[in-house]
Structures are given as structure tokens and as C-alpha cells.
């Protein structure tokens, strides 16, 4: 986590200011709050700049977690145990994974200031469209891991989601994309779920799987995630949802085959 050595030594700190930066230093023990003010046009990918999303989003996604989690007033077992899955899946070592954890909590927080955090989430990716959609999955995904998501999780998320630039139809998708891999859960799609996975109706015909299948996999293509900010270490999440979009795009294929 080459941001991480970056942060701890310093430099990341002093210019990462705003509401990211107090939640980076509350988890750290340190005071990131008065940051240098970065313009959308000094946002590019300069030297430092690849690190600094990367640690926006390593930052939002964990305190946004705690927040989803604790929306419906109590945090589930199933959700602690969604973000620590992905703690897992980013091989953290012991001082990340505690501030992983310090900033779920900061998250779970009755003053969190969520729409500040998604303002400066939203500057920091700088129209990184694919990587603010990776994140949302992953909020997605963690609010349906008790089996359920309850109604002010997912009007958080359509909230999110809209402040992102995201319109309610393709949210839906993407609620529609993590159950249909929920129900996948690593084997075989059934028919009716692939074409959800792939986001088409029965009737789309081939060059329409295609297209939309193609769209997907550009969207959640690890090198170009990575590319765009995506820290290293959650390439397994991207990989597995490029897995289950193939599986789903194969399952069609060989039924349209005969």
C-alpha cells in the first residue's frame, strides 16, 4: 500500500485536509484537518496525486461503511462481518486494519458528516466515474450482508449514489448486479440471474448482451481500476465482480447456443 508509507510520513497528511482529512487523522491519532486546498485543476495524476485518491478512498469507504451499518440503529453481526471480510480480502496489515476500524466507528457516529465526506470524495476522484462506482457497490454490498436492506440504508445509498452523479435507474442496477451475485455466491448464475448480472432483458438481442457486457467489464476492469485510484490492495474485489460478470455473460451464451 504504497499511499500508506506516504501518509505515515507526512506529506499525504499536510495536503489532504477538508472531512477526509480529520477522519484520517482521528484514526490515526494525528491532526490532517487544515490541509492544503487542492483545485479541481490541480487534481490530475501528478506525482503524490495517484496516492491521494487512493487514500480518499481507502478513508471514505470504510467511514461511510460504519455509517450505513449503524443507519438502521444497530450494527449486525453480518455487516461487521461484511467490512471485515474485505479487510481480509485487502491483506491489511495490523496498523491499517485498526484504522480501518477506527474509521468504521467514526462513521457510526451521530455527528458523521456524510454529505461533506461525499463532497470531497466526489473533488478528490475528479470524475473518476468507474472508481466512485466501485465504491458504491461496495456500500452496497456490505448494507445487503445481513440479507436485508433496510429502508434508510438504501435511501442513504440513493442519496450517495445521486451526489455521485449516479440517476436512481442505474443504482437500482447495481443493487440488481450485488443480489444477483449474492445468489451466484461463486458458482453457477442461474438464467434469469445472469441477465440481471448483465443488466438486459430476455428479449436484448446479441449485440445488445454484447454491448452491455462489454460496458461492464470496462467498468470493472482491476488494471483500469487501479489506474484511476483504485487502492492495490481491493484488486481481488474487482477481479471477483469481473468473474461473476463472465460467468453470467457464458450462462447466456450457451443457453442462446441451444
Known sequence: ?????????G?????????????????LGR????GIRITDEQAGFGVGQQERVQ???????????GHI????????????????SIMGQMQ?????????ILLFNEGKKDDFPLHAVMQQFKRECHRRHNLEQMFLEIQIATAMADGHVHTVEKRIIFSIGEQLGFDRAAIEQLFNLAGAGRATAGGKPSLSTAYKVIGVDKTASDAELKRAYRRLMSQHHPDKLIAKGLPEEMIKLATEKTQEIKAAYEQIKQHRAG
Open 31 to 34: 491532526n490532517f484537518d487544515r
Open 92 to 100: 491489511l496489515d495490523p496498523q491499517q486494519r485498526k484504522a480501518a
Open 55 to 65: 487514500a480518499a478512498f481507502f478513508t471514505t469507504t470504510f467511514s461511510v461503511m
Open 11 to 27: 506529506t499525504l497528511g499536510f495536503m489532504f485536509g477538508g472531512p477526509l482529512g480529520a477522519l484520517l487523522g482521528a484514526a
Open 1 to 9: 500500500m504504497p499511499w500508506w508509507g506516504t501518509l505515515l510520513g
Open 69 to 84: 451499518a449503524k443507519a438502521d440503529g444497530q450494527v449486525t453481526a453480518a455487516e461487521i462481518s461484511a467490512t471485515e
